[in-house]
């Protein structure tokens, strides 16, 4: 197609701007290139010593067949040790149930003829093959490794990836192909979250209609539960459930409305935000309720770690209702917030009394919350620090919401200990666990949710991983997008998921048109959507700004070239690639409009295809004017600007992500 064409065109120019690295994300502790390479083939075995781990044997397994399925080469399976390629080494064994802060570091080497890879256990072990993976690449005599000597270990000991399948809920299929790409990067948490005011999303049998009328029949049974931490556990990666309350918990109320403050009748709410109904912390049958609950849930998931949720409490149910209003009296609790922590205070002891540890959103801390409480902020570095000062255990998401269609950048750049954090001391930066991108669910479906979280959280698993210095944001780009086109080996959909969605959209097999379109066009960042359309549970997310990836890769390398030009830094084949791009984009409503009227999907996209060629139509102009050394007059440079000013407005909720670079060139060709 031309759109590929014109980007293998432009891609070479970009990374040749830079130096020359591994393809390895996250980036290792220490690494020492070594001269040549190791060839891939038929001959190339593996065989594992010492500790005889399962998770290293299906480890291995997984691992040749990626291998195989990424080069086409039939490898050895039963070759003698004496002649295997590649040894692994296993020193010992890890926890029956994985802990926080097992030793995950591992040593890999390897020469023209032989790799080793040795590892306290098997966590390290599955850590060093994935960095083999990545370092698998295509060369004139074949598929090759180039020799290295690499010594890792992680940064932080909680790096987590958050679901959220309770307003949208996730097939099991979703579910393991996420844990496959967490695994790809070292990601070591998968925070389960499964309850909300939409949706209560597994099999109580304790209390059935948990299930029965809080799921409108989309839930997981416990036996598909045990098999996603089995799976998980084959990966290194502990597996975290959250169960909110008192607040977010309207699906539990359709079953169990005496658990409310309110009177209800309740059933699993249909829109998002944020909602009144709550927990009755005045009764003593509601947490007699959740005591045999947590006592079903806690056996089911061995993590030591257990998550509550406790955010967001507006408090109205609770200002509604006379009882607690006399409990808060005569208790002499001041006010909801206060209200909140003794309904935490209580929830805490019974996770304790499973033998768990509870964890919760910022609003559990309060200054008699216990010590072992871990803290998962989502306000942000403030939050954390008081956290960590207070004596908690913290974790961050503040910063990497990938819900909210940031670019990797700006997740990239966040640091839990940076900031904030960078004020705490020794012993309270070692308070500071890790932390966690989460994936809110309100505007993903099980087909365009993987492109939402792949390929940035890369760049979350990279700064969680390697040392805090590590942060060239042109490199991170550069091996992210390698790193990305290695995921699709593990079953993620995030690349190819946009075509099939605009073939379905237009109902054309070869939507060239509207694939240029598509590829310069990004869903509005922070909750903007919501205010740009009524949505539900029930809307079907099936339009472009649900079929584009959060951020458009192909306006973020024109940028590149347009700040080059600007610069007086672009070479006369970057000028051209710069025109190339906008006539494409100038000319492709001509092709595009026609279509667009055939289907109620694609109607709505004509104002933006139109914008977007007179945005291009702009751009030409200035890029003229500054080849020509013209200067724009002050009429229409100002002209110019307030036609780029309507269109960086979302039309048909998206945003032309063009329109700062032609405002760049605009600015530039008038001054």
């Known amino acids: 197609m031309l759109l590929l064409a014109v980007v293998a065109l432009l891609g070479p120019a970009l990374c040749a701007q830079h130096a020359s690295s591994l393809p390895l994300m996250p980036l290792p502790a220490h690494l020492s290139e070594g001269n040549g390479k190791l060839l891939l083939n038929g001959g190339f075995s593996v065989v594992a010593e010492g500790y005889a781990d399962p998770r290293v044997a299906e480890g291995r397994e997984r691992f040749l067949n990626k291998l195989w399925r990424e080069t086409g080469i039939p490898f050895q399976t039963g070759a003698p040790d004496s002649s295997a390629t590649m040894v692994i080494k296993t020193a010992g064994p890890s926890q029956q149930v994985e802990q926080l802060g097992e030793d995950e570091s591992y040593h890999l080497a390897v020469t023209a003829a032989h790799v080793e890879l040795t590892a306290a256990n098997a966590l390290g072990v599955l850590h060093g093959l994935q960095t083999f993976l990545q370092l698998v690449h295509i060369t004139p005599e074949g598929f090759a490794v180039p020799v290295v000597t690499i010594d890792d270990q992680p940064r932080f000991p909680w790096r987590g990836l958050m679901i959220d399948v309770g307003r949208h809920f996730m097939p099991l299929t979703v579910i393991k192909r996420n844990l496959d790409g967490m695994e790809a990067v070292k990601l070591n948490v998968f925070h389960w979250h499964l309850s909300d005011d939409q949706g209560f999303r597994i099999e109580s049998k304790q209390f059935p209609l948990l299930q029965e009328k809080g799921s409108n029949g989309h839930y997981y049974t416990q036996d598909e539960v ?19 309350m008192p607040c977010h918990a309207t699906s539990w ?42 006592g079903e849930m806690t056996a089911l998931f061995p993590d030591p770690y257990f998550h509550i949720g406790g ?78 000062r207070q004596g908690n255990r913290a974790l961050l998401s503040n910063g990497y919401y990938i819900d909210l269609n940031q670019p990797a950048s700006e997740h990239y750049l966040v640091d839990p200990l940076l900031g904030e954090g960078a004020t705490l001391d020794a012993q309270q930066r070692a308070r500071v666990l890790g932390g966690e991108a989460t994936m809110w669910s309100e505007f993903v479906t099980e087909e365009n949710i993987d492109s939402r979280i792949w390929p940035r959280t890369a760049a979350i698993a990279e700064r969680l991983w390697s040392p805090e210095e590590v942060r060239d944001v042109d490199s991170m780009y550069r091996r992210m997008a390698l790193v990305s086109e290695k995921l699709n080996d593990d079953g993620l959909e995030h690349n190819s998921f946009t075509l099939a969605m605009l073939q379905r959209m237009s109902g054309n097999a070869n939507p060239e048109a509207l694939e240029v379109l598509a590829a310069v066009v990004q869903p509005p960042k922070g909750y903007a959507r919501e205010e740009l359309k009524q949505y539900t549970v029930f ?119 063009i329109v700062p670079s032609v405002e760049l060139l605009v600015r530039a060709s008038g001054s």
């Open 226 to 244: 045990r098999e996603v931490i089995a799976y998980a556990r084959m990966r290194g990666i502990r597996v975290v459930p959250e169960f909110d």
């Open 253 to 294: 109320f359709a079953g169990y409305p005496e658990l409310a403050s309110g009177s209800g009748p309740y059933q699993p709410i249909t829109k998002w935000g944020i909602f009144d109904p709550a927990m009755d912390p005045t009764r003593e049958s509601t947490f007699q309720f959740l005591d045999k609950f947590l």
């Open 311 to 388: 955010d967001e409490c507006d408090g109205k149910e609770w200002d509604a209702n006379p009882r607690v209003k006399q409990f808060m009296r005569e208790h002499n609790i001041k006010d909801n917030a206060a209200l909140q922590s003794y309904f935490s205070g209580r929830v805490e002891k019974l996770v304790a009394g499973h033998n768990k540890i509870m964890e919760g959103w910022d609003e559990v801390l309060q200054p008699d919350t216990p010590r072992d409480v871990v803290v998962q902020s989502w306000r942000g570095p403030k939050a954390l620090a008081a956290a960590a």
């Open 539 to 657: 809307s079907p997310l099936n339009e472009l700004v649900d079929a584009v990836a959060p951020e458009s890769e192909t306006a973020r390398r024109f940028n590149q070239l347009a700040t080059m030009v600007v610069a007086g830094k672009a070479t006369g084949e970057q000028w051209q690639e710069v025109r190339t791009w906008l006539e494409l984009w100038r000319d492709n409503d001509l092709k595009l409009a026609p279509s667009l009227k055939d289907s109620t999907l694609t109607q709505q996209l004509a104002p933006l295809s139109r914008s977007l060629s007179e945005v291009a139509s702009v751009g030409l102009k200035a890029l003229d004017d500054l080849k020509l050394h013209r200067t724009m007059s002050a009429a229409v440079r100002d002209q110019n600007l307030e036609l780029l000013k309507a269109a960086g407005k979302p039309k048909a909720v998206l945003v032309d992500k």
